[in-house]
């Protein structure tokens, strides 16, 4: 049967093993995921063990995979000039190499200002377009994340004035299941982002309990074994002309006692039968 998504592997999924890099891209490509979505220190790794990234780009595409996204931590939104200073630094650090392994995409949450509760979104902007042009020196776009237990940028309206206020066309979000509830957004304001705007969209359940209020990252369940209503919001992602990837990122401790190659396959099997399974109907 045709699919309408593409599949990707974000690697915290597998990530109780500590597997190298090669592993995973390994486990990705025999359980049938369509790209990869791996975290910045595990290149670091890679490197550091001796590999050269030119090389991990090869194994990638012989895989059959793609780098759709990546994950990486640095202070783009730091109201101190130093450490906002060395955040670009370490994001342009963070794009040469995904740049080196035909990445596509970072994640930018709002990381060492989650605690901020007076953010001017319009300076915000000014910092993501900042951040943006970093980007454009790589080819390599950085997705403005929401992070709904942040006090900043929370919610995907937050995200959506940031994006549109920094006026440079490879402005992206990246949103997530969780995330969206955790912060209090909702589903509905979906139907607001043009599908070339959101190159990567993390996919997660959460279950009834705990309430939103206590869940934590760690009570993401697979699609599907929760209450979220992912069949309504993969038919907002395709109106809207989604052609990005969905990437399962899971962080459930409960899951890890499973080989990484299970966890993988029942991923994207419970991934599939959600998308199988959507319907029209109301968020």
């Not at 001796?50 to 595409?61: H, M, P, T, V």
């Not at 997705?143 to 940028?153: A, H, M």
């Not at 109106?239 to 990437?247: A, D, E, H, R």
Request: hydrophobic residues 40%.
């Amino acid at each position: 049967m045709n699919q309408p998504f593409r599949f990707c592997l974000n690697t915290a999924t597998i990530r109780s093993r500590k597997l190298p890099i090669t592993d995973s891209i390994e486990i990705a490509a025999k359980a049938g995921y369509d790209a990869i979505e791996p975290w910045i220190e595990e290149l670091d790794q890679y490197k550091a063990s001796g590999g050269e990234l030119g090389r991990l780009r090869s194994i990638i595409k012989d895989s059959g995979l793609t780098v759709e996204g990546a994950i990486g931590f640095f202070e783009w939104l730091s109201d101190d000039d130093e450490r906002r200073r060395k955040g670009l630094d370490e994001a342009r650090r963070n794009m040469e190499m995904l740049a080196l392994i035909g990445g596509k995409c970072v994640a930018a949450p709002p990381y060492g200002s989650t605690d901020v509760t007076n953010l001017d979104l319009d300076r915000a902007a000014e910092r993501y377009r900042a951040l943006l042009e970093v980007g454009d020196e790589f080819g390599v776009t950085p997705l403005l994340e929401v992070w709904g237990f942040s006090r900043t940028i929370s919610r995907l309206s937050e995200a959506l004035y940031v994006a549109a206020q920094a006026d440079h066309p490879r402005a992206c979000v990246l949103a997530d299941v969780y995330h969206l509830y955790k912060g209090g957004s909702g589903f509905n304001g979906l139907r607001f982002i043009n599908g070339g705007a959101l190159p990567v969209f993390h996919v997660n359940d959460y279950p009834v309990q705990p309430g939103r209020e206590s869940i934590g990252d760690a009570d993401r369940v697979y699609p599907g074994d929760g209450v979220a209503p992912l069949g309504a919001i993969f038919d907002a992602l395709l109106s809207n002309g989604f052609k990005g990837v969905l990437s399962l990122e899971l962080f459930n401790k409960t899951y890890y006692h499973n080989e990484p190659l299970e966890i993988a396959k029942t991923g994207i099997a419970k991934l599939k039968e959600a998308v199988s399974r959507r319907h029209s109907n109301a968020l």
